[in-house]
């Protein structure tokens, strides 16, 4: 979606699109960024669907038409006993329970008119599965029109009055987006009101998978919030001159470890991990944040920044408290530069780069498989595409190995202490015969040449640096997509969902990096 933020105060608006992140909206009390959000919401007109939990639980309005969910519940028309809710939560309720109605009195009149009829999940199933998930022992159940909950190890029934003002606020949320219109921007004011820490990172993002065709749009002044939104985009309000009614805004780069950064960071309280790219249109920063959902994930920029900041944390760990890991593609590091780096939390993938990720077995075959292609014969093809393209730039990979580990050689071996100019100078004229360039070239071209003739696809992938692999491959067009973009987008989708090929993709990804679950501390060398 597209967006026309407010008049800015040196003149014209910033215009950005969300692209389907999430947008947040950080400012100090009193900075202007509620009036600010206000203003951008009047600009979408009927796209914008504002929800917050203080106004849903405590406000009980007289008239429905002051919020979005009550011209929602008003436009519904419900039957008259209804009536008696005062709050946007009593009408979410009220919503879902007419909708499960008729849900099922079409269902009946189907069957009653002999017609093939099945009970598809409605959206009260989808508001019960979620807020379960999130309050793991509990249980909500409907019974004579009402909602009643209980809990595993307890045989008490009580009503949503009983509940604490968080639980009541997940499920406010989730009913909310659930009602939101199609393609319209999702206003969240303060999520993180009532909301314990642990649970914010992931109920927001299983909340914004509930939507994927919608934008959020939250508005806070808590940090550790903004931490927790990995890959959104920051619109920082600084002020707001109510005499010119204009704002004082960016949109934070979250590109370097600042000490702004650092205050976000610090605020999640979770570990952290950095990456290589730019946070907004690498495939690094897209990719591993839904991989890796239980880190805070900042993008660096280079391979270089990442290496320095996992270290410079990790020295810092009495202070902070918080593990760090950083990731780093494999590129052309040979075996004893990647066992330094996990060595020192620096996670370094089975692969040569990011795009090679893509391209892993189980990966390319639950992309086919989600898309109805056959997944034996996708792979199949593609396997034999790549191993084809990387002995047809055999030596030309090759020298690029052997340049790669002459370079870093040399960089090692010159780093001594010499007494004078000619013991320097001798040294550098011993580096040549010592490492051999040509003799390692042939050795990396034998190796390359029987994965070739092995047909060892994984072997190929660890050595094979090639940015076109993806299209060169045909992969795209074997699973019905017109290009590299669109192969992408569609992975991105899958792991946004909680599908069986979102698990097969993260698991794949995860063994990658000789992870068999989530990351633990300490699990990549200290």
């Avoid at 979408?44 to 203080?54: I, R, T």
């Avoid at 914004?208 to 309000?237: K, N, P, Q």
């Avoid at 994984?458 to 795209?476: C, D, E, F, H, T």
């Avoid at 989708?493 to 990658?512: F, T």
């Amino acid at each position: 979606m597209k967006l026309s933020l407010p008049t800015h105060s040196e003149g014209q608006p910033l215009t950005i699109d969300s692209n389907g992140r999430p947008i947040v909206i950080i400012g100090a009390n009193g900075a202007g960024k509620s009036r600010f959000t206000s203003a951008l919401m009047s600009s979408l007109g009927d796209k914008s669907f504002a929800l917050s939990a203080l106004h849903g639980l405590y406000v009980n309005d007289s008239t429905a038409e002051k919020t979005s969910v009550g011209r929602l519940y008003t436009r519904m028309h419900l039957p008259e006993a209804h009536e008696t809710v005062h709050n946007d939560l009593e009408r979410l309720l009220a919503l879902l329970m007419h909708d499960e109605m008729l849900n099922l009195l079409n269902y009946k009149l189907s069957k009653a008119e002999g017609k093939d009829a099945e009970l598809k999940p409605t959206r009260l199933d989808r508001a019960i599965a979620l807020w379960q998930e999130i309050f793991p022992g509990n249980r909500i159940l409907v019974e004579s029109g009402a909602f009643l909950f209980t809990r595993e190890d307890n045989s008490d029934i009580y009503s949503a009055l009983k509940l604490s003002d968080g639980e009541r606020a997940v499920i406010y949320y989730i009913a909310g987006v659930l009602y939101a219109p199609k393609g319209s921007a999702i206003f969240i004011n303060s999520p993180e009101m009532f909301m314990h820490p642990t649970i914010m990172q992931p109920l927001w993002s299983r909340i914004e998978a509930l939507r994927t065709d919608c934008t959020f749009i939250y508005t806070t002044h808590d940090l550790e919030f903004a931490a927790s939104r990995s890959g959104a985009t920051v619109i920082w309000v600084r002020r707001f001159d109510p005499s010119t009614g204009t704002w004082d805004y960016s949109s934070i780069d979250n590109n370097a470890i600042s000490e702004e950064v650092y205050q976000a960071i610090t605020g999640t309280r979770k570990p952290v991990l950095f990456i290589e790219g730019d946070g907004v249109h690498s495939i690094d920063s897209k990719l591993y944040p839904l991989v890796f959902k239980e880190f805070t994930v900042k993008s660096l920029g280079s391979c270089n920044k990442v290496i320095e900041a996992t270290r410079t944390f990790n020295d810092l760990k009495g202070f902070h408290h918080m593990d760090s890991y950083g990731i780093v593609d494999r590129d052309r590091r040979d075996d004893h530069e990647v066992e330094y780096l996990r060595g020192k939390r620096v996670m370094v993938p089975e692969v040569a780069e990011i795009e090679n990720i893509l391209m892993l077995e189980d990966v390319v075959r639950a992309v086919a498989h989600s898309r109805g292609c056959d997944e034996n014969t996708v792979f199949a093809k593609v396997s034999k595409g790549i191993i084809s393209q990387f002995a047809s730039y055999l030596k030309q990979q090759a020298l690029m190995h052997t340049h790669h580990r002459f370079k870093r050689t040399v960089e090692y071996r010159i780093d001594g202490r010499f007494t004078n100019i000619n013991m320097l100078e001798q040294h550098i004229m011993n580096l040549h015969d010592e490492i051999k360039p040509r003799k390692l070239y042939e050795e990396l071209c034998h190796e390359f040449r029987r994965y070739v003739e092995e047909r060892d696809y994984a072997a190929v992938l660890r050595v094979y640096n090639q940015k076109s692999m993806i299209p060169g491959s045909n992969v795209p067009g074997l699973c019905g997509m017109r290009n590299k973009e669109e192969y992408v987008a569609a992975i991105i989708k899958l792991l946004r969902q909680e599908s069986a090929d979102a698990a097969r993709i993260r698991r794949a990804i995860k063994r990658c990096f000789g992870l068999d679950e989530d990351i633990r501390a300490g699990s990549t060398g200290s």
